[in-house]
């Protein structure tokens, strides 16, 4: 009877033993349940192997109380339940690797081949000519610098709190900037913080580099930061259970700035487990926890991280890499292209777009052309333009200062006098950007620098005169008038000119007072009324003439 009793009582013990296990794995490791992740999976081999050694340590328990060590051995048949376990653990585990093996690009090498859509452009149709006032001229770590420096003056908040390192790169407004949260600078201060959430978040112009830190009404109660059911992660587990989210989680804001997290859910193509893209995004708002499910076809034109840069280059090289089939990418590699070593963003039409170079498999010295490829949206273009690789003009740049050391960051593409250039920030040992290169793609050993951007562009557009390319003067003399908004002296090889900018205008006007004719300049300021008379010149159009 007395067996009897203790036979009820374990079996119970034992099942609420498993189940508060397997919650507390599933609370831990948050696995989708999902046949299409390979989390699951894991989970489901993981639960049958527990109880398979919980009934085999129950039996042997008993056996070793009633009869001593030495009589326990170890026999299927005596363990029945243990052989049918073992059997669905086996079961299992070839579901899983044959699986993942039919999700291959060795079986499946065409359809990952077309999972992605590029499309041919023309360079100089489709990438304006340079406006540094919408150039993002910091990447992440330059951000990273002004973010931490931007903290360390806030003294009521920096013994609590620590900036984050996402800084996404979005557009706000028309404008580019990165955007990062604040994060607990540890447990106990999360402990002591959490009831009224992170008060703030930084975001820095990418153009001007002003960083603010910007308060709002109610804080983020839901970040990477938080602990327990406020934690992103396990709060949109909870309420997508069957959801597989992405690997990266974007820290975004709206166009009032109010904060969100735009969390992709990955979509499987082929196979079990092949052939990710983007499915659905699940839209967070950071202060209150709502959750907003999307079609990703449906997302909002103000989110511009759905797809990560690093996916996206991934479904370009299937795309390069498997045009003749998976063998060909092996063994002969005939017309196989890759994406180059790094990447970077331009803003185009209100959207981000990735940048990055393409050559071919071999990892030759020259890129055979570029893409742009946009995060929202996975459209993608492909511009044929030979030149040289990103690194090799990297190279290029620091070569012209390498008595200085500086090095350069990852440059942006722009489009110069119709003529595609690498522009990128050379910075010192301590991350300062200290003087700014224009890299032409094409002919990469045509290199200019400059203390300023200003500076820059007018050395680039000289070089490209001297070689033919284009002509700084032949052009026809245009007339603008209007209030002026904006006019800053700067000294250029030791003469002054005046940057004019006119509402209603784009452009910048370069008055160069060492022309008697212009001097007349300094009498104006903002908000008198003028009139040019200049020469079109790609963005710093210089002035012939002020009339009365």
């Known amino acids: ?74 026999s299927l048949k005596e363990f029945p339940a243990v052989k049918w376990l073992g059997i669905l653990f086996l079961l299992l585990l070839a579901v899983y690797g044959i699986g993942t093996l039919l999700s291959s690009p060795v079986i499946n090498a065409k359809q990952y081949q077309q999972l992605m859509t590029v499309e041919t452009r023309n360079f100089s149709e489709d990438i304006a000519e340079a406006d540094y006032r919408s150039i993002p001229l910091l990447d992440k770590d330059s951000a990273a610098l002004l973010g931490d420096r931007k903290m360390g003056s806030l003294v009521d908040m920096v013994s609590q709190f620590e900036v984050a390192d996402d800084y996404t790169q979005i557009n706000y407004n028309n404008i580019p900037v990165r955007v990062t949260p604040l994060v607990y600078a540890s447990p106990i201060k999360w402990l002591t913080n959490q009831r009224n959430g992170i008060p703030a978040y930084i975001r820095i112009d990418m153009t001007t580099q002003d960083t603010e830190c910007v308060m709002l009404d109610e804080g983020i109660k839901y970040s990477k930061s938080e602990y327990f059911n406020r934690n992103l992660y396990r709060h949109i587990r909870f309420r997508f259970p069957t959801y597989i989210f992405g690997d990266q ?39 209150t926890g709502e959750c907003t499910d999307y079609a990703v076809e449906d997302v909002p034109t103000w989110i511009d991280k759905v797809y990560s840069a690093e996916l996206l280059m991934q479904l370009y090289d299937y795309y390069g890499m498997y045009q003749h089939g998976f063998f ?8 196989c292209l890759v994406t180059t070593n790094g990447y970077n963003y331009l803003a185009l039409d209100d ?40 690194l090799s003009a ?91 908004e904006l006019i800053a002296p700067v000294v250029i090889d030791g003469s002054t000119h005046y940057y004019i900018g006119i509402s209603g205008s784009d452009e910048l006007f370069d008055v160069d007072v060492s022309d008697e004719g212009l001097y007349g300049i300094v009498r104006y300021q903002e908000g008198d009324r003028i009139s040019l008379v200049y020469v079109e010149n790609y ?8 009339e009365p």
């Open 1 to 74: 009877m007395r067996g009897m009793m203790k036979k009820k009582i374990l079996y119970p013990v034992i099942a609420v033993a498993a189940l508060i296990a397997a919650f507390v794995y599933y609370y831990i490791t948050l696995p989708a349940i999902n046949i299409h992740s390979s989390g699951f999976w894991f989970f489901l081999l993981g639960a049958v192997a527990f109880v398979a050694a919980v009934y085999v340590l129950r039996k042997a328990g008993k056996e070793i109380f009633t009869s001593g060590v030495a009589s326990l051995h170890f």
């Open 249 to 287: 989680l974007f820290f975004e804001i709206d166009d009032n700035g109010v904060p969100y997290w735009v969390c992709p859910v990955k979509k499987f193509n082929i196979g079990l487990f092949g052939g990710e893209t983007v499915g659905r995004v699940v839209l967070v708002n950071a202060v």
């Open 328 to 335: 060909n990418s092996i063994l002969g590699q005939r017309d």
């Open 351 to 390: 959207d981000v777009w990735v940048y990055t170079g393409v050559t071919s498999v071999n990892g030759d010295q020259s890129n055979v052309g570029f893409v742009l490829m946009n995060q929202r949206t996975m459209e993608t273009r492909y511009y044929e333009v030979e030149g040289a690789t990103e």
């Open 394 to 484: 990297m190279s290029s740049a620091e070569g012209q200062v390498q008595n200085l050391g500086y090095r350069a960051t990852f440059p942006l593409l722009l489009n110069i006098a119709d003529e595609p250039t690498y522009f990128m920030a050379l910075k010192d040992d301590a991350g300062l950007v200290k003087k700014y290169a224009m890299v032409n793609v094409q002919k990469y050993q045509w290199v200019a620098i400059g203390d300023t951007i200003e500076e820059c562009e007018k050395d680039y557009k000289e070089l490209l005169s001297t070689n033919g390319i284009v002509s700084q003067n032949d052009g026809e003399s245009l007339e603008i008038s209007g209030v002026i």
């Open 539 to 546: 963005g710093l159009n210089p002035v012939q003439k002020i």
